[in-house]
């Protein structure tokens, strides 16, 4: 197997996952923002009743992670399945190291 064939077959078998891979970008974008997300709807809702702010904390994490999750998992596997192929891989490679430092930057790392 030659290396450009190699380098065609792990590039279809990552095109074919692009759904999961879209996922773990988003699901780690929430887990290295979601703090922030926390904080601005704690002081948006701190002049509320606080069973008014808990009921909206709860629904936030029920709800609006998993809601935020799904859509923009699909709007990112939209995005990354219009990559041309041969650029598919770097672009992916990219945009985790992308991830990996705004994670580091945040201190999660």
């Known amino acids: 197997?030659?290396?450009?064939?190699?380098?065609?077959?792990?590039?279809?078998?990552?095109?074919?996952?692009?759904?999961?891979?879209?996922?773990?970008?988003?699901?780690?974008?929430?887990?290295?923002?979601?703090?922030?997300?926390?904080?601005?709807?704690?002081?948006?809702?701190?002049?509320?009743?606080?069973?008014?702010?808990?009921?909206?904390?709860v629904a936030l994490c029920a709800f609006g992670y998993g809601t935020m999750t799904l859509l923009l998992a699909s709007a990112a596997a939209r995005g990354l399945a219009g990559i041309d192929r041969k650029w598919l891989l770097p672009a992916l490679a990219a945009a985790f190291l992308l991830l990996g430092f705004l994670a580091e930057r945040k201190r999660h790392v």
């Open 1 to 57: 197997m030659t290396p450009s064939s190699l380098y065609l077959s792990i590039t279809s078998w990552v095109a074919a996952k692009l759904d999961l891979v879209s996922m773990a970008m988003v699901a780690t974008l929430l887990a290295v923002y979601g703090s922030n997300i926390n904080a601005l709807v704690r002081k948006l809702t701190s002049p509320l009743p606080f069973l008014v702010r808990f009921s909206i904390f």
